[in-house]
């Protein structure tokens, strides 16, 4: 219990340390443009795989399930839709971005710090929990709300086709399904889900990496815990945000 | 000058420097010596502030360190070159771009002016050429030039050295050696070199002080370290078949 105690409070003060005024901001903006090509572009070919493939699955599973007279079939696409709208692309898309996106910071930073990069831009004034950790959060936290309307767009087309080739449900029944009782809170709150996991990715990514001690094996054990520690708070945080938004 | 004061640092229940004071004057070139586990370099991280200090104080040019924050730190940090045990490049950047990084960060010069810096200072270290390089693509010898290039670009009035030739064949360790010493008097900077290396003791050392289990043991020239009579100094300086035969000559026909 102390051990979390010990951690939670470190978490802490190393947010507060984030918030210190950028020694030049054009350098942060900057450093923030090459993160997010780095987080979004870098993981778009993951994000569609996943969503195309994804889609498919919950249609044609919704399909197997619901086999019923008193069920109609365009109630598939409603399911896929919504399924792929609040649970799907915005907490199973993040928590692989968590994996991919989470230990490459942590591996990161955690390099830094025991090859002495941390050192050296202290040394020379600069605030390194600000410049390293910054640009990666705002970057993140800015891209991956695209990445996930990619990936609800991919997964209910990938839905679509999966459902069409398949012959478990038609073209026109499965648009008759996504337009039927449309709630447009719903992509609210997905961004809201989206914006608060990127968060957690990367602040916890940064963190364990940030505080790494040692060589390369502690390095490894840094990634392995950032992950391991961003899916749990995220599926943790994914309950608080439905139990808040949507009970 | 830099002025330290009966600092004390423990970690956990281990004292690793125990009231240790010096003082490191300007343009000479400092050298702290020790086996490996005497402090040295948590001695010279105390210095520079990336270990807080338990008890005592290190002065710049009477500017307290460190009771100074963050904040109150940079002004000082920006006076502070510092060259890495594995020279601590920003594997992310280029040779060029490390070495401009700190000038981006802090001074108002254009990128041209910034350019020209760099390769002034590379030129110094004797590199041409490798502006567009990454460190991954340079040599271990190359990379602790570039490292002390970076650490001289802000025109620093401190510079720190850990182990500046570790890993480095004896021909470079000279060179690098030598290069730190020409820098220290061309720039008139206050230098401070940790090593446990001999040779550099015995070409660049106008002052020595000898950490032993964490106290500062003596105090001297490179002249005077071959006549010390410490047992423990003895024992770490002619550990080596070379530094005995060293022993032999007279004091005298010592550089």
């Known amino acids: 219990m102390g051990r979390y105690l010990f951690h939670i409070g470190r978490y802490s003060v190393f947010l507060k340390g984030l918030f210190i005024k950028p020694e030049r901001f054009s350098v942060y903006v900057r450093q923030t443009l090459v993160e997010m090509e780095s987080i979004g572009y870098g993981s778009l070919g993951l994000v569609i795989l996943i969503s195309a493939f994804m889609g498919a699955v919950i249609t044609v599973q919704t399909a197997y399930n619901l086999v019923s007279p008193l069920v109609q079939t365009y109630i598939v696409g409603l399911v896929t839709r919504d399924s792929i709208i609040i649970e799907f692309s915005p907490t199973i898309i993040l928590l692989v971005l968590g994996g991919k996106v989470g230990s490459s910071i942590a591996s990161e930073i955690g390099t830094m710090r025991v090859t002495e990069q941390i050192d050296a831009l202290e040394i020379m004034g600069i605030n390194p929990s600000g410049y390293l950790v910054v640009p990666k959060i705002v970057a993140a936290v800015l891209i991956m709300p695209f990445l996930v309307i990619i990936s609800m767009c991919v997964g209910i087309a990938g839905g679509w086709l999966a459902g069409d080739l398949s012959g478990v449900i038609t073209s026109t029944e499965y648009v008759r399904g996504l337009q039927d009782s449309f709630i447009p809170f719903n992509v609210a709150f997905a961004m809201i889900k989206s914006v608060t996991f990127a968060f957690i990715i990367t602040s916890v990514s940064a963190y364990q990496g940030f505080y790494t001690e040692g060589g390369a094996l502690q390095v490894g054990r840094s990634s392995t815990a950032a992950v391991v520690y961003s899916s749990i708070l995220i599926l943790i945080f994914d309950y608080v945000l439905t139990q808040l938004f949507l009970a | ?255």
Request: aromatic share 8%; proline share 2%.
């Open chain 2, 1 to 255: 000058m830099i002025e330290v004061k009966n600092i004390s640092k423990s970690f956990s229940e281990k004292q690793v420097l125990d009231n240790v004071s010096a003082v490191f004057h300007k343009g000479k070139t400092n050298l702290i010596i020790g086996g490996s586990g005497s402090g040295k370099t948590v001695f010279m991280k105390c210095m520079v502030g990336l270990h807080e200090v338990d008890s005592g104080s290190v002065n710049y040019n009477n500017r307290n360190f460190s009771e100074m924050n963050f904040r109150e730190r940079k002004t000082i940090r920006k006076e502070i070159g510092m060259v890495f045990q594995g020279g601590a490049l920003f594997d992310s950047m280029n040779v060029e771009k490390n070495i401009i990084f700190q000038l981006s960060m802090f001074s108002e010069m254009t990128l041209e002016e910034k350019i020209e810096r760099a390769n002034a200072v590379l030129k110094r270290v004797n590199l041409t050429n490798v502006n567009h390089l990454m460190p991954s693509e340079i040599s271990g010898g190359m990379k602790k030039r570039v490292a002390i290039a970076r650490a001289i670009a802000a025109n620093p009035e401190y510079l720190y050295c850990d182990e500046p030739n570790s890993g480095l064949d004896p021909k470079t360790s000279i060179v690098i050696d030598q290069l730190i010493a020409e820098i220290t008097e061309e720039y008139s900077i206050t230098t401070v070199i940790n090593t446990h290396d001999m040779n550099s003791v015995m070409e660049i050392g106008e002052k020595i002080i000898f950490l032993y289990k964490g106290k500062k043991f003596w105090e001297g020239s490179k002249e005077e370290i071959l006549d010390s009579d410490v047992e423990e100094i003895n024992d770490f300086i002619f550990a080596s078949n070379a530094m005995k035969m060293l022993r032999k000559q007279k004091p005298s026909s010592v550089k």
